[in-house]
């Protein structure tokens, strides 16, 4: 696996409300909220022209070791968090965008 410096660093950010998070790219300079902040940050540097073969991480403000690590930024981009009602508990499914809207609030 590639070292921790070779990853693209999401960082997240404060919770804003129920379920949301803060999230920024600050290799790209950009941000958002998110209820799934390493997908969206997957799905947004995709949209800006990003390196989609990198490996991306998601790190708390500070540290140095991720919460979570994407294969690579299209692996991450493709995949999208699914929390049954009831059941099994949360699943990852292929990512299928809203017409017109993304999940993550710019």
Not at 34 to 41: E, N
Not at 60 to 77: I, M, N
Not at 86 to 106: M, N, V, Y
């Amino acid at each position: 696996m590639k070292s921790h410096s070779e990853m693209i660093r999401v960082e997240m950010g404060p919770p804003t409300g129920a379920g949301m998070w803060e999230f920024s790219i600050p290799s790209h300079r950009t941000g958002a909220k998110s209820r799934q902040p390493l997908l969206d940050a997957c799905r947004l540097i995709k949209r800006m022209g990003g390196d989609t073969g990198r490996l991306v991480g998601l790190f708390d403000v500070g540290s140095d070791q991720p919460r979570l690590v994407a294969k690579s930024v299209e692996v991450g981009a493709r995949l999208t968090v699914v929390e049954p009602s009831r059941g099994h508990g949360p699943s990852f499914r292929p990512f299928q965008p809203f017409k017109g809207i993304d999940h993550a609030e710019l």
